[in-house]
């Protein structure tokens, strides 16, 4: 771990980046804690998730349908989908992540931002350095905001008074509004949503978010033409 830390105060542009991105999901951090709490769930079930799962799209999708009065099982259903995207991290990062206890701490971390910072690297040391410091970091960041958020939410009963619900959804927009530029993902993202649309008023909350991972089966079934292939 120590080259990790002097591979990060030799390069300060990728210390200084990995500093913003802590700042800005600390910030998350803390809208899920006021926002899980201010919905009248225990204060130590955001501090758990954020320790145990640490994977802010699936804690935020488990506590919104719990909320809502989802079944508990199909929220931890919907959170294991949305996290299926780890196992191809795990192929994209492996070498980076070590043996044994390391193998363990760095499946744990694995996050969105420390795999893109590993992957922007050129290698070696550096892949290394990013991954685990961006991990380590954000996980420290992270759970320190969903403290505050919850210690917040004990104190102001509608968290949307101060704006904190529009943060999570404002960075998933932020996220999802570039790879909708391809066509396959934007249909669907697309169908998903009708999906969701269409079902909502009729389904127990969670399941329509079930269904709507059908649009990826529509889209991936869509003929593509010749030249979307040759791209």
Known sequence: M??????????????????????????????FGAITVGEGLPVWLPMLLSVVVFAGASQFMFVGLVASGGNPVAAV??????????????????????????????????????????????????????????????????NVGVVAGASIGTVVSDPAALGLDAAFPAVLLALVLPALRDRTTALAAGTGVAIALATAPFLQAGLPVLLALAGVVVALARPRRSEEVAA
Request: hydrophobic share 50%; proline share 1%; net charge positive.
């Open 2 to 31: 120590r080259s990790i830390h002097r591979t990060l105060r030799a390069d300060r542009a990728l210390a200084r980046d990995i500093a913003l991105v802590c700042v800005a999901d600390a910030v998350v951090g803390l809208s």
């Open 77 to 142: 259903l919907a959170g294991l989908l949305v996290n299926v995207r780890h196992v191809v991290f795990g192929f994209t990062v492996g070498d980076v992540v070590g043996r044994g206890w390391q193998r363990l701490a760095g499946s744990h971390v694995m996050v969105d931002e420390s795999v893109a910072f590993a992957l922007a690297q050129p290698g070696g040391e550096r892949r290394r350095a990013a991954y685990w410091g961006c991990g380590v970091a954000l996980f420290a960041c992270w």
